[in-house]
């Protein structure tokens, strides 16, 4: 899938979507790539209007400003709405227990919402669960290499569904870009975070 055209107006319905409807909102999968090349060009029309010398691109240049500033506003709005979400997300997840729809996070979305959960359980695990059993608190952290050195082992093959532009992983390390037909050998974490968000699909499932 191409990058979708963001504007003013695309990135304000979003936000309305985001702020009125009780589930997170799928957007496309290139999102910040798209915001990302929305704002260099806007910066760019700064640029030029503000070399210009006249009343009307002063005036233009204030507009653009405004727009902006305006447009940082919705964006961080807009990640906000969808981070608090997400956290509800993941406690849910962790205090239930029960496979959840993740399909509308985005790549860095659902590796937030894993580590979220991963701590959740963490400490649920260590602190109530050993009060119950009448035990002081624990809290027994994974180190972040032994994570690592869990997921070269520990890995999946997949076939990339759609492009995927390059992303941070849950370890932290990054990945990608990912063409569509590709198939890769990636951490499970990894592959199972485009699997869920519909990018990739498990090309060659192990036997348990």
């Known amino acids: 899938m191409g990058?979708?055209?963001?504007t003013y107006e695309i990135l304000y319905e979003i936000l309305r979507k985001e702020k009125y409807r009780?589930?997170?909102q799928k957007v496309d999968e290139n999102f910040y790539a798209s915001v990302i090349k929305y704002l260099q060009e806007k910066l760019a029309i700064l640029e030029s209007q503000a070399k210009k010398n006249s009343v009307f691109a002063s005036t233009e240049l204030e507009k653009t400003q405004t727009q902006l500033r305006n447009v940082i506003k919705i964006l961080k709005?807009?990640?906000e709405k969808r981070e608090t979400k997400i956290i509800q997300f993941a406690l849910f997840s962790s205090r239930s227990q029960n496979l959840q729809?993740?399909?509308t996070m985005l790549p860095e979305e659902y590796a937030l919402y894993c580590g979220l959960?991963?701590?959740f359980d963490t400490y649920r695990k260590g602190i109530i669960n050993n009060i119950l059993e009448n035990k002081m608190p624990e809290i027994k952290l994974v180190e972040q290499k032994d994570l690592k050195t869990e997921e070269k082992t520990d890995s999946k093959l997949v076939l990339v569904l759609n492009d995927v532009p390059e992303f941070v992983g849950p370890d932290l390390n990054v990945y990608g870009p990912y063409k569509v037909g590709e198939t890769q050998e990636l951490p499970l974490m990894v592959a199972?975070?485009?699997i869920s968000t519909g990018q990739a699909k498990d090309e060659n499932p192990k036997e348990n």
């Open 3 to 6: 990058d979708v055209v963001i």
């Open 101 to 103: 729809d993740t399909s």
């Open 192 to 194: 199972g975070m485009l």
């Open 117 to 119: 959960k991963d701590m």
């Open 77 to 79: 709005e807009l990640y």
């Open 22 to 24: 009780a589930e997170l």
